[in-house]
Nanobody, 125 residues
Framework: QVPLVESGGGLVQAGGSLRLSCAASGRTFSSYGMGWFRQAPGKEREFVAA????????YYADSVKGRFTISGDGPRNAVYLQMNLLKPVDTGVYYC??????????????????WGQGTQVTVVS
C-alpha cells in the first residue's frame, strides 16, 4: 500500500493555478517534515518545496518562489501545494514525501523516507 497519496493534478493553461494535496494512506507514522518534488520527462527528480513541522519553516526552489506556497497539517501528515502563475516548465509528475528521521536538509530525495505515486501536472501555453 502506498503510504502517501497525491491528488489535484491536471491540465492547465499557462498563468493558471492548481492546488495539490497529499495525505497519509493507511499506515500510521510521525513525520518531521514533508516536501514536494517534481520530475519532468528525461530529467532528474527535483526539489520544489518543503515544510518542517517543528518550527513551521518553509523552503522553496528558486524557480517557484513567489508562485508556489506549501502548507500542511503535521499531526495528520498532510501537505498541500498551491501553485499560481503556472508555466509550461512546471510540467511534470509531482511527488510528495515524508521525512521520518529529522533530516538536516529537506532539499534532496535522500532526505525522505516515504513517497507517494505522484500526480501529473501539465501546463500548456
Amino acid at each position: 500500500q502506498v503510504p502517501l497519496v497525491e491528488s489535484g493534478g491536471g491540465l492547465v493553461q499557462a498563468g493558471g493555478s492548481l492546488r495539490l494535496s497529499c495525505a497519509a494512506s493507511g499506515r500510521t507514522f510521525s513525520s518531521y517534515g514533508m516536501g514536494w518534488f517534481r520530475q519532468a520527462p528525461g530529467k532528474e527528480r527535483e526539489f520544489v518545496a518543503a515544510i518542517r513541522w517543528s518550527v513551521g519553516s518553509t523552503y522553496y526552489a528558486d524557480s517557484v518562489k513567489g508562485r508556489f506556497t506549501i502548507s500542511g497539517d503535521g499531526p495528520r501528515n498532510a501537505v498541500y501545494l498551491q501553485m499560481n502563475l503556472l508555466k509550461p516548465v512546471d510540467t511534470g509528475v509531482y511527488y510528495c514525501a515524508a521525512d521520518l528521521r529529522a533530516s538536516a536538509s529537506l532539499g534532496f530525495p535522500a532526505d525522505y523516507d516515504l513517497w507517494g505515486q505522484g500526480t501529473q501536472v501539465t501546463v500548456v501555453s
